[in-house]
Structure formats: C-alpha cells, structure tokens
C-alpha cells in the first residue's frame, strides 16, 4: 500500500503545533487557577524563546548536518538589538505588542545579516573547523557587546565603543557595556511568545518540506552527489544557516525582552553548548523533539530547586540516562513494539477495505 507521504508530513508538523497549544492551554488554566508559581510563571516565556532557538540550530545541526557552535552569538544580536528599538519604540509612547513586534523584527534583520556575514566566509568550512570559526565568532560577537555603550536623550542616540560617551545620564542608557542591556519596560507576554514559536515552528517546517529543504538534507547526506546532480552546495548551505541565525535572533529579542537586565557575558560558548544539547537530546533533524528538550530542561533545573546543591548533579544524572536511553537498542526495540502494537490495534478497529471501490486499499 502506498503511503500519501505529504499527509504524514503535515500530521508530523500539526503534530508539534498541538504540543505547543497544549502546553499554552494548560500553562493558561493554571495560571487562572493560582496554581502556577510566580517562578514558573517567569520561566513560560524563556522557555518559548529557548525553544525557538533550539528548533532553528536544529536546522543547521541536523538538517544541514553543519556542527555550529556560535549560535549564541545570533541570540545575542537579537537581544541587544532588538532590545534598543524596543527601547527607541517605548519612547516614542508605542503600546507593548508594538514594542515586541519591533523588537523582533529589529532582531530578525540584524541576525540575518550577521549570518550572511559571517557565513560568507565561515561556511567554506566543514566539521569541526567550522565548529571552531562558529566558537570564535561568538565569542568576537561577546566581546563587542561588552565594550558597546548606546543612550538617548533629547538630543538622539549616543554611541560609543571601549569609553562612555560623556554627557549622557546614566538611566539614559539602553546598553551599557559590561552592565549590558537594560530594558526600559519588561515585556513579559506568554501568549505572544507562543504565537511567535509557532511562526517560526511554520517557517522552519515549511523550509524542510519545501525543494530548497530536500537540496539541503541532500547536502547533508552526500555532498559529492547532491554536487554531481548540479546542487549549489554554497547557494544552500548559506540559506540554512541564514534561516537558522534569523530565528536565533527572533528567540533572542524575545529572550532579552523578558528580562529586566541582560548581561553579554550570558551568551557564551555555555549556552552555545545549552541549545546544543537541547537538539541532541531531541534528535538530530527532529524539530519537535528540540521543543520538547528545550522545556523539559528548561523547567527541570527550576523543579530541583529544592535540593539546592545537589541540583545540578540531579540534572547532570538525568541527562546522561536520558542520552543512554536514547542510544539503547533495547528502548529503540520498545518503542517499535508500542508502535506496532498501537498499529495493529487501529487497523482491527477500522472496517476491511474492498480494493474494487476504495483506491486507498488499493496496493501500489
């Protein structure tokens, strides 16, 4: 029998947007009940932000097969910059969603160019060379950001670069140096950050599902053939990784956004390899498996509190069982027992199909 492949993908990727509108829905109940703490009520937006951005290095990690570990740089972008038209916005009397939108797409613009920056010459490199030029990159990103001052007042906005600009009062300033971002108004909206996870969840899915996707799992699988059928592995390589630095920045703004001070030392080669674990532990390729990985252990640090020094160790533990698990051959063999089964169980449950009148029970 032959299997209607597009109808399995659209089920797979609606499969992900209800995960999302369940956990808003149920995020949302709680919350009207006074059941959800003022801890984890501050983690609903982080979480959305950490999910994007797990879900879109996944597009350089695994569907391109590109190891990056700069994607914290992208973040960071994002973040500052959308944190200054945010500010620049909230100024100018603008509402709360204006200011978000604003940000966002102030961190989309500047991201995606710094990927086409960098990329240029960075995406000449393959494996753990480009593993280590991603690194640098982030870290050159770090170390800019933490010598940027940028007010305003009156009079416009005021740049400088390693000094203050003289002059300018100190709650005047939107990003000051090592003390990094301060945000004029915190926007700290669950709602808005689940529309825009499920935007770029769309964007990321469509790109996969689309001709330019197909070319660049094709690079992914064997370059010197998807080469051979006349595939423009650089034309390809730079989309990916354009498309996955402009949904960093999105994650970013809204990240930064959330949060009343932001300090660049934040993003790091540390969280670089947080969102790179976030795509490992949700599979290599699976976007909606880096959504899941990204909550699960956004929240569970914050769950563990209670044990105070031995949380992280509790974190540590359940991560390499987790990693275990999903390298057994033994859980692989239960999960596709359950799946048979399941399977089975569906088919003796729907009436027999008559090949003469039902194409579908038709073999191919």
């Not at 500052?80 to 620049?88: E, I, R, S, V, W």
């Not at 494996?127 to 770090?142: F, R």
């Not at 009343?260 to 080669?269: N, R």
Request: include cysteine; aromatic fraction near 8%.
């Amino acid at each position: 029998m032959k299997k209607n492949t597009f109808t399995t993908i659209w089920k797979s990727n609606f499969t992900t947007y209800g995960i999302v509108l369940l956990f808003f829905a149920v995020m949302m109940i709680l919350m009207a009940t006074g059941n959800l703490s003022r801890l984890m009520r501050g983690q609903l937006v982080p979480i959305c932000a950490y999910a994007i951005m797990a879900a879109s290095l996944n597009l350089t990690v695994g569907v391109l097969g590109e190891l990056s570990l700069g994607h914290a740089g992208f973040v960071s972008i994002g973040c500052f910059g959308g944190g200054l038209a945010a500010a620049l916005l909230h100024d100018a009397g603008a509402g709360e969603l204006v200011c978000l939108a604003g940000a966002v797409l102030a961190g989309v613009l500047l991201s995606t160019l710094a990927g086409f920056l960098i990329g240029l010459p960075v995406l000449r490199l393959n494996g753990d060379y480009l593993a280590i030029v991603t690194l640098a990159c982030c870290q050159i990103i770090k170390s800019l950001l933490t010598n940027l001052f940028v007010g305003r007042d009156e009079s416009g906005l005021h740049t400088g670069f390693l000094t203050q600009p003289e002059g300018v009062a100190a709650d005047a300033f939107v990003i000051r140096g090592s003390q990094g971002l301060r945000n004029a108004a915190v926007i700290d909206n669950f709602p808005a950050a689940v529309v825009l996870l499920i935007l770029c969840l769309i964007i990321i899915y469509n790109l996969i599902d689309s001709k330019s996707g197909r070319a660049i799992m094709a690079l992914r699988d064997n370059k010197i053939a998807a080469r051979s059928i006349g595939i423009n592995i650089t034309s390809y390589k730079m989309m990916a990784f354009v498309v996955s630095a402009a949904m960093a920045g999105a994650a970013g703004a809204l990240f930064g956004l959330s949060q009343a001070t932001v300090l660049p030392g934040k993003f790091d080669f540390n969280m670089s390899v947080l969102i790179l674990v976030f795509v490992v532990l949700g599979g290599l390729g699976n976007i909606r498996g880096s959504v899941i990985a990204a909550a699960l252990l956004t929240i569970l640090p914050e769950k563990l509190r209670f044990l105070a020094d031995y949380r992280m160790i509790i974190y540590a533990v359940v991560l390499i069982v987790v990693m275990l698990m999903r390298n057994s051959t033994v859980f692989h063999g239960l999960g596709e027992k359950i799946q048979g089964l399941l399977r089975r169980k569906k088919t003796a449950g729907s009436p027999p199909r008559d090949p003469d009148t039902d194409p579908a029970g038709k073999e191919g």
